[in-house]
């Protein structure tokens, strides 16, 4: 926000410095998202996030999630979505010893103790009790159908995706030899796969068998 501190100047950066200010913050994948949001915005609403489900929805990477927390954190609207804190929520209090919860169950639900006027603090005390239910008791997510344990980061090409990026960032180029012998920890095969992954998803160039941000 220091950096970038209006959609306009975060549209006119490049995807390399977002990646550098993304590292630590999660997918990067997620960084481009954001980048080519601002992007669309400055160009087709003026440097305004829409405050509509279906305009939202229509931006780069954002889905329905992150278009109702938009709505509701942003726009205090009192719109109905679910994340993972509010999901467990609804389960522990009104699925006692039911497994295979559809999300579709918990909906209807989350509507209808949803207050109209005060949708943002409600949406924030619903996560905040959700990440205590999961510190006091067995993890209630774990009995909804959409419940996937997240793999471990050791190891996983999220893992090696990351190191390919921190290390574009500090030398800026690297052939596929130089890259194997610094990230030598990694699978051969692998780190070539992350690297042509990243390669079709625009996160890295090549030019002249050379790599960069």
């Known amino acids: 926000m220091e950096r970038w501190p209006t959609v306009e100047n975060l549209a006119q950066a490049h995807l390399s410095e977002v990646l550098v200010a993304w590292q630590g913050l999660g997918y990067n994948r997620r960084a481009k998202f954001l980048l080519l949001c601002a992007q669309e915005i400055t160009a087709k609403h003026q440097g305004f996030f829409p405050a509509a489900k279906d305009e939202l929805e229509a931006l780069p990477g954002i889905g329905p999630y992150t278009a109702g927390a938009i709505l509701a954190f942003a726009y205090n609207q009192p719109v109905v979505f679910i994340e993972t804190n509010i999901r467990r929520v609804f389960i522990q209090h009104f699925f006692t010893g039911k497994t295979n919860i559809k999300d579709i169950e918990i909906f209807p639900l989350i509507e209808k103790t949803l207050p109209l006027n005060n949708a943002r603090e409600w949406y924030s005390a619903l996560m905040d009790y959700g990440t205590h239910i999961k510190q006091t008791v067995k993890n209630p997510n774990q009995r909804s159908k ?68």
């Open 146 to 213: 959409h419940y996937v344990k997240q793999s471990k980061f050791k190891g996983s090409d999220r893992e090696i995706r990351g190191a390919i990026l921190r290390y574009l960032t500090n030398e800026k180029t690297a052939s596929l030899h130089k890259l194997q012998a610094h990230l030598s920890e990694f699978d051969t095969l692998r780190l070539q796969t992350q690297l042509e992954n990243l390669h079709n998803e625009e996160m890295i160039a090549c030019k002249n068998k050379q790599y960069s941000l």
